[in-house]
């Protein structure tokens, strides 16, 4: 072969031959879809029943309680006195509206759950590799890795709950909230964890597993920064409804005029 020929031979191989920028490129986007599928598949094998159910009380009841206080506020600002009470029509058609109009935002904001995925994620993303996230989902697929995330379930379910409760926002007995509080019982009674004196014996992986990392260092994110966001939204979806209320005023403001030209 001549030289000509070798040098055009070589000048074909190279053209066929990706350039390096794109063989990296590739590289780099095969490692995060492996890192976007391991968080997804450590974030899949949570249940966050329990959290939905603690915090959608919860807003059930700012909601109620705001509708109620509103309208009280603007009845007496209206000067109706003690002539304004909440056995009146007008007054529970005024809050039938008021709740009403939370609906859509609720959904939005919150039945939707894409803002617990996209925060867990951002959270797992942050902390781990893609290597220790696909070692949490390989051993949350095991049977003593289910029970310790069902249990990291309840205890994040139970805090959310504890949260409003100790600090006297959520009231086991508020009228209008009972369907709220039914499901989130028996959601609860379902998910009641038992007591199991053998597990570290039977599962001696799992006992490794949370000892030391990735697991302590997954549980310690959950139970604090993760946690933190979470109640951090379901507060920020509470103002909003009392935000979103307080901008309804023109829509019952009829409702206690006319009580008031009429009484």
Not at 79 to 85: K, N, Q, T, V
Not at 195 to 222: N, Q, T
Request: aromatic share 10%; charged share 30%; net charge negative.
């Amino acid at each position: 072969m001549t030289i000509r020929g070798l040098l055009a031979g070589i000048a074909l191989v190279t053209a066929l031959q990706p350039p390096v920028a794109a063989q990296d490129l590739a590289v780099d986007l095969e490692a995060e879809r492996y890192r976007r599928e391991a968080v997804d598949r450590v974030i899949d094998s949570h249940d966050s029943t329990l959290i939905m159910g603690a915090a959608r009380l919860y807003l059930k009841q700012v909601a109620l309680k705001c509708a109620d206080r509103l309208v009280g506020q603007w009845g007496r600002e209206a000067g109706l006195g003690l002539r304004w009470h909440p056995r009146l029509p007008e007054w529970r058609e005024a809050e039938r509206i008021l709740l009403g109009r939370t609906q859509t935002l609720t959904e939005r904001r919150f039945e939707n759950q894409a803002w617990i995925r996209e925060a867990w994620s951002a959270y797992v993303s942050a902390q781990f590799s893609a290597e220790e996230a696909d070692r949490i989902a390989d051993h949350f697929a095991t049977e003593g890795g289910r029970e310790q995330r069902r249990l990291m379930d309840w205890f994040l379910g139970e805090f959310v709950l504890f949260n409003y409760t100790f600090t006297d926002r959520i009231q086991y007995d508020l009228p209008g909230s009972r369907d709220e509080m039914l499901r989130l019982q028996r959601a609860a009674q379902e998910r009641l964890p038992r007591e199991d004196v053998h597990f570290s014996s039977r599962f001696e992986d799992s006992l490794a597993f949370i000892g030391g990392d990735p697991g302590l260092k997954y549980w310690k994110m959950l139970a604090i920064p993760l946690l933190g966001e979470i109640m951090r939204h379901i507060d920020s979806v509470a103002r909003e409804i009392e935000a979103e209320m307080r901008a309804r005023r023109g829509d019952v403001q009829p409702l206690i005029d006319a009580y008031a030209t009429g009484s």
